[in-house]
């Protein structure tokens, strides 16, 4: 018999018995696990141990994937580079210029016959040499075409490759629970197999179906499977299934994994809709087939024909629709479901609007020019030819006319911005590889840039502000108060038993302390860290809290009410050995409190806690430990016994009705109250500086008491002595902004959040009425722009209502992350400052490409269009705009788009949602480089032959002639000009020193140096592929003085003052909703989709759409209500200057 592992190889169960038993749900699937054994028999076999897991070895782990499958949807293929180069191919001015190339291709080959008679002022032998040569120019676009086609292909193949390596990131980030060699292990989803244990909680999205061992008050979200947004209680007596892709939103237990991958429910959908739209795509080609066979039947009557195609086009239209959908459907599953309702969408980024008002306004300037230009060229050669003259037409004409339209195409090229997309994508592209050097993890590429206009940022304390390393510092047990751990001894041997076995039980088992392999290191803290230094006051107190745990597994357990935002406690029922039932609880200790009815006192003696007791614990313990900035936890128990009951015991003869939790957690005997430090980062002071400094306004939001949340945001500089701020709690918060009936008002909400800088012991709902009252506001101008930190299931709302949402890395749950924009892998404030800087050099980088491709797109339609109307040709051909154009687009946008950022961004306010992209300086630059440029350009053009003592270019092309040096040396000082400027466009703030952080960017120098020496070999060697003709030594010099001249004019524009240059000449004002139909923001990354590219001006769009590349995220539908809290507690520091005794010793301890 064939053994794996020193067990059969054959299991006890097969893949299809499992697969058909998470078909089923509730009590049928109770009955077809019973039927199967029982859940402990199924772990039989599949060779697993409720307990020890799975051995762990590599040939066990292989030979599960091999019967069961793997952990892992396989994803579409993405598209190969010969697609990509067919959808470059779609670019309608390519096709245009593709037509013209291959008809000048053609007319240069063909000879009518009149073709020798003189054309105008013709002479026989230029005729011949354009004979000789006219396939050249022809044959020079079309390879400039391949290669702009080439490189666009080619950089949508690197974006998306990076694209992908993102989504594997972030799926990499994915780790799970499981139990293997009786050890808890972190392992990654994709290495989870059929027949592990895994440890669900709290937070987590579950990465295989499974059936529960063992819960404690488990409730899932299921919508992303089922649609409903109720939460379904979880259970191994009523239902034990548990599904891929759905969300623990409360309790904790261990599931059996069953299936995994395409074998999930999940994975099965996905399979079954994959399939469905590969099989609608098929019928919707087939239809197009034979609509497009109808309409060749001429046998058929008109109206039977047009019957036909509208009946086609009504069916494909459905299919369209319907597969549409499919598609949509088929994105949910494999990223864990979708979402029951609408997602919310998020408006699009302040960039992005003024990116599509101000390319859009360029594409209908430059598009106009470029039919003016060709309208003008075809004016002129008619009159020129056929009314001045009198010739008449000749088939050699055509070839006048194609060049005429060829050059007015190429002005179309070089004045539609398409660069534009490729510098956002590349910056943004460039910038996320770097911010995951600083821990900031992008899930969706926008969030990268809008981060630069944040305006305010609302944090958690606990992980974010502090270190979330707790430690018990103070304690309070039998009315004794120590800031130090005191001796086992010195507490009374029933009350510290007690205090040991609440902390040890009443918390999850997955939270523990570690040691450190390095001796030098302190104790690793895993799990909740509060729970932790619960734990390590246990161990500081000389007792073992495993000890405690194996008396009482979890099994044992009868009840557990997991901690969540509203209760901000956490109680465990266990049975006690001589009969009845034992409650543990801890919890905020105000909330505790005042459910306890009796407390220890001095030498363990039980007392009544009275009221004037328990405000006396409140003024002399609790709040001098919250104003010393430490979380107080109270511990407390209650007793439920069969027989005769003590004074703090409840008598009950049966199982007490544990759904009546308000009930059953009352009337508690208070074990003690502990204090326990979580010092702030070193870093935030300094961090939330440069906030402050940038124009943003950050926010404390937690759940902690009042006094310890005031504490930490006058140690981290959130708030100062001086300033006019407010400080409210949740319940004092919900007071001020609802009316009578209960419901937010706005203009309730603007009077208190522009002052609120701290709001404590507050819930998720309170968040996000902050966090939309903040968005939705008009008190300001520009509406505020606002980033969140979240880590808990619940802030999912909040973080996906904010502009930008960070969730934790380390701490948060995997709800929180999917919700998420960006992930901080360090949960650390500072990390969140460095989001911003490279926010804010996304944009700057935006805004020094558009100067300088602005700069060259005004010099080279004006050039076209005044040689078009002066001499009847462009100075500037075809081949040679089309280089200017790969320089200005793809090199450029390369070279600008990879800053590095620098401090100095954070001494800037936010550019805001209003303020033009293009402000008046950029403008100044812009204008005044163009002046420069264009002036040089016109003196070469008409004096430049005498001033250089060659023959004039002037009608030599008009009249058929091959390159000149006269427009060899324009070409090559235009070239010069644009790559001088290049420095120029690196500071858009009227900096001098243009060279500043050069060698910082070796890219930029790099492609510098190589766009150089192409220009060289271009003039020299490019001959009648370019129209260039080698220039000598000293007309070189002339083209390299004026070239550097830009860098010298660029000095004098800077001294022109700013305040001098009109408003009206700033571009690209206006919000997102300015832009109207065009959307840019509901596109999300699918590398499958077969979106045809869009045409005419606006085809950048489609790039531009590829910034939004992003896994797809969940909505997360919850109903969360709003529920009351501790006595309200409100802090206003008024506008007028405060008294010298109240400054910072009242702010340091309320």
């Not at 291709?105 to 054309?119: H, T």
């Not at 990131?169 to 994915?174: A, L, P, Q, S, T």
């Not at 505020?784 to 909040?798: C, F, R, S």
């Amino acid at each position: 018999m064939a053994t794996v592992d020193g067990r059969p190889a054959q299991y006890g169960v097969s893949l299809k018995q499992l697969r058909e038993l998470m078909e089923h749900r509730g009590r049928e699937g109770v009955n077809k696990i019973n039927a199967l054994g029982g859940v402990q028999e199924i772990c039989k076999k599949l060779y697993t141990s409720p307990s020890d897991g799975l051995s762990g070895s590599a040939a066990d782990i292989q030979h599960r994937r091999e019967a069961f499958g793997s952990n892992v949807i396989p994803p579409k293929p993405p598209k190969t580079f010969l697609q990509l180069v067919w959808e470059a191919l779609q670019d309608v001015t390519l096709i245009i210029l593709e037509i013209a190339a291959l008809v000048s291709l053609g007319l240069s080959f063909y000879q009518p016959a009149d073709s020798s008679e003189p054309e105008g002022e013709v002479s026989g032998h230029i005729d011949e040499d354009e004979t000789k040569y006219g396939w050249i120019e022809g044959l020079a676009i079309l390879i400039s075409v391949i290669v702009v086609v080439i490189v666009t292909a080619f950089n949508d193949y690197s974006k998306e490759r990076q694209f992908r390596g993102l989504q594997n990131r972030i799926e990499g980030e994915h780790k799970f629970s499981v139990i293997r060699q009786t050890e808890v292990k972190q392992i990654n989803v994709s290495d989870i197999v059929v027949g592990d244990i895994c440890q669900v909680k709290y937070g987590d999205l579950l990465p295989a179906d499974g059936i529960l061992i063992q819960s404690n008050d488990l409730k899932v979200d299921e919508s992303s499977l089922t649609g409903e947004s109720d939460h379904v209680k979880k259970g191994e007596a009523f239902d034990p299934m548990v599904l891929s892709g759905t969300h623990v939103m409360e309790g904790s237990g261990k599931m059996l994994v069953t299936a995994v991958g395409a074998h999930s429910q999940a994975g099965i959908i996905f399979t079954l809709l994959g399939a469905a739209v590969d099989e609608q795509q098929q019928e919707i080609k087939k239809m197009k087939k034979e609509a497009k066979k109808q309409r060749k039947k001429k046998s058929l009557p008109g109206d039977e024909a047009s019957e036909i195609t509208g009946n086609s086009h009504v069916t494909s239209g459905a299919s369209v629709k319907h597969d549409s959908g499919g598609a949509e459907n088929h994105q949910a599953p494999a990223n864990g479901g979708g979402s029951s309702g609408h997602e919310n969408k998020k408006e699009k980024s302040v960039l992005q609007a003024k990116l599509t008002k101000l390319a859009i306004q360029i594409g209908y300037a430059g598009s106009t020019i470029a039919v003016i230009t060709v309208i003008i060229l075809v004016i002129r050669f008619s009159v020129s030819t056929f009314v001045i003259q009198g010739l008449p037409w000749k088939s050699y004409y055509a070839r006048t006319l194609v060049r005429h339209l060829i050059i007015g195409v190429t002005v179309l090229v070089v004045a539609v911005p398409e660069g534009l997309p490729l510098a956002v994508t590349l910056s943004l592209a460039y910038s996320v590889k770097k911010m995951m050097k600083d821990n900031n993890l992008v899930r969706h590429l926008d969030a990268c840039e809008t981060m630069g206009n944040a305006t305010a940022i609302c944090s958690d304390k606990t992980g974010t502000l502090t270190t979330n390393r707790m430690t018990v510092v103070q304690s309070y047990v039998c009315e004794k108060l120590c800031k130090t751990t005191p001796p086992f001894s010195d507490i009374p041997s029933h009350v510290g038993n007690l205090l040991v076995h609440g902390i040890s039980i009443n918390s999850a088992y997955t939270s523990r302390i570690m040691q450190s392999q390095d001796p030098t290191e302190l104790p690793m803290q895993v799990g909740n860290k509060t729970e932790c230094a619960l734990l390590g006051f246990v161990l500081a107190l000389g007792q073992n809290y495993q000890t405690v745990r194996d008396d009482q597994p979890e099994e044992t357990f009868t009840r557990v009410y997991t901690f969540n935002s509203v209760r901000k406690s956490m109680s465990t029922v266990v049975p006690k050995s001589g009969g009845g039932y034992r409650l543990f609880t801890k919890g905020a200790s105000e909330i505790i409190m005042k459910k306890c009815a009796f407390i220890y006192g001095r030498d363990g003696h039980l007392e009544k806690f009275t009221r004037e007791m328990q405000e006396r614990l409140v003024k002399n313990v609790i709040e001098p430990m919250a104003c010393d900035g430490l979380r107080t936890i109270s511990i407390a128990y209650r007793d439920f016994v069969p027989g005769k009951a003590e004074i703090n015991q409840v008598h009950c003869d049966g199982d007490p009705n544990w759904e009546d939790e308000e009930n059953i957690v009352n009337n508690l005997t208070c074990l003690g109250i502990v204090g326990i430090e979580d010092p702030v980062r070193p870093e935030v002071p300094d961090a939330i500086k440069k906030c402050q400094k940038a124009g943003i306004t950050v926010r404390m939001v937690t759940g902690d008491n009042i006094n310890t949340a005031r504490s930490i945001a006058l140690k981290c500089g959130i708030i100062k002595p001086n300033e006019d701020f407010l400080i409210l709690e949740g319940k004092e918060f919900n007071k001020r902004i609802r009316d009578n009936q209960g419901e937010v008002q706005q203009h309730l909400l603007d009077k208190i959040w522009p002052k609120l800088r701290v709001l404590a012991r507050s819930s998720p709902t309170d968040k996000y009425t902050l966090v939309k009252g903040m968005i939705d506001s008009k008190v300001s101008v520009a509406r505020e722009v606002v980033a969140v930190t979240g880590d808990g299931t619940n802030d999912g709302p909040a973080l996906k209502k904010a502009d930008v949402g960070f969730a934790m890395g380390i701490a948060g749950t995997d709800v929180a992350k999917e919700a998420s924009d960006i992930i901080l892998t360090d949960d650390n404030f500072s990390s969140i400052v460095k989001a911003v800087m490279w926010g804010r050099n996304v944009y700057d980088s935006i805004a020094k490409f558009l100067q300088f491709q602005l700069t060259v797109n005004i010099v080279a339609v004006i050039v076209a269009f005044i040689g078009a109307c002066a001499v009847q040709d462009s100075p500037l051909k075809a081949v040679q705009m089309l280089w200017v154009n790969l320089i200005m687009d793809t090199l450029a946008s390369l070279a600008l788009a990879t800053e590095l950022p620098t401090p100095d961004l954070l001494l800037r306010k936010p550019y805001g949602r209003t303020k033009p992209l293009i402000s008046r300086t950029m403008m100044k630059n812009i204008l005044g480089q163009g002046i420069y440029q264009l002036a040089v350009i016109f003196m070469l053009l008409f004096v430049g032959d005498k001033m250089l003592d060659i023959p004039s270019g002037r009608g030599v092309a008009e009249a058929g002639g091959g390159p000149t040096q006269h427009f060899t040396v324009i070409f090559n000082t235009f070239v010069m000009m644009t790559l001088f400027n290049e420095f120029n466009a690196r500071k858009i703030h009227g900096q001098r020193n243009v060279f500043q952080g050069i060698f910082t960017n070796p890219i930029f120098y790099s492609i510098w140096i190589g766009t150089c020496l192409s220009q060289i070999v271009i003039i020299q060697y490019g001959k009648m592929a370019f129209s260039t003709k080698a220039l000598t030594l000293e007309q070189w010099m002339w083209c390299i003085f004026f070239g550097f001249g830009t860098l010298v004019w660029g000095q004098l524009v800077t001294t022109v003052p700013t305040r001098k240059i009109p408003k009206i000449l700033s571009w690209g004002r206006g919000q997102p909703d300015d832009i109207g139909a065009i959307n840019l923001g509901d596109e999300k990354f699918d590398p499958d989709s077969d979106k045809k590219p869009r045409a005419g001006q606006i085809l950048w769009i489609r790039g531009l759409t590829r910034l939004q590349t992003q896994t797809s995220n969940r909505t997360l539908v919850q109903n969360v209500s709003v529920t009351g809290r501790s006595p309200s507690q409100d802090y206003y520091m008024p506008a007028e200057p405060i008294r010298e005794t109240e400054r910072v010793s009242d702010l340091s301890c309320g």
